[in-house]
């Protein structure tokens, strides 16, 4: 059976979630515009799906079961990734209207960019935003070229001709299949074994590159990638399907690692360690919609 079939959709994630604020399915059924009886069904519903009791209703109020606290603590979850997702698909439509136009390197795109732009929604109900995400070197023509008001970079270094701002810190892994060899080591990889190995990689202009041509210079440089592919989910589908060792931000393989689908090789010798910037056209200051989505994610910085 489909993962749709067992998981409830988002419309009863979010009722339940208003129980649990309000304490009664009436106000919660007025929150979201739907009829006490409609709330009720609906309810009913997912505790069918779900196998478990989740609200106990009295004339005093509706409460939440021990079963119904976990499950809304999940939801929470569910419903935030979602609303991230909305922010990040937004901004990815061509809008004629858009006032924001931002560029960011993949990692930041898919990672860090969506809970942003949620806060800055918040904010600025009005503005419309549109993204293009691309390498890190693509993001730097953008800006030069005047076709981006922002851009985020996972570089070294802030790219020739802009200028900049640190936003978070981030951490490059090598992960590998839990079946691959360097998985199942109890000494670490060496600066030398890294380098003379074939990895899956970014492609030439990312800044998960930059990163690691810059940390293997003085080990004899990278040997030529068993792939090079062009997005973070490429090289993850094949670090997982076993074909090589990947190096990856930390930021993209924690739900990979979590489920044990790939397994952290631990490198010794190796500074893997990079700042994520905000960048902006050299001599000019960020204005508008633009300083304050800067603002926004120079506050949650790591």
Known sequence: ??????????????????????????????????????????????????????VDRSPRGSRLTDAGALVTDWARRVV????????????????????????????????????WLIALRAERTDTAVSLRAGNSAAVAALLLDGEADLGYVEGLAVPQ?????????????????????????????????????????REYGSGTRQVLDSALAGHGG???PLMELASTTAVKAAAVSGAGPAVLSE?????????????????????????LRAVWPRGTRPTGPARDLLSLSRATRA
Request: net charge positive; charged share 25%; hydrophobic share 50%.
């Open 1 to 54: 059976m489909s993962l749709s079939h067992r998981v409830p959709d988002l419309g009863a994630l979010e009722l339940l979630l208003a129980v649990a604020r309000h304490g009664s399915l009436g106000r919660a059924a007025r929150e979201l515009g739907i009829t006490q009886p409609a709330a009720s069904s609906r309810i009913r519903s997912m505790e069918r799906q779900l196998g478990v009791a989740l």
């Open 80 to 115: 935030e990734a979602a609303e991230a997702f909305d922010a990040g698909a937004q901004a990815l439509r061509d809008r004629r209207d858009s006032r924001l136009r931002v560029a960011a390197s993949m990692t930041i795109a898919e990672y860090l960019l969506p809970g």
């Open 161 to 201: 001709g802009l200028q900049g701002a640190v936003v978070a810190h981030d951490r490059l892994l090598v992960v590998a299949a839990p079946g691959h060899r360097w998985a199942r080591r109890r000494v670490p990889v060496t600066p030398a074994e890294l380098a003379t190995t074939p990895l899956v990689l």
């Open 222 to 224: 990278l040997a030529a």
């Open 251 to 275: 930021l993209a393989v924690t739900e990979e690692l979590t489920s044990r689908r790939l397994a952290e090789v631990p490198v010794e010798g190796v500074d893997l360690r990079r700042a």
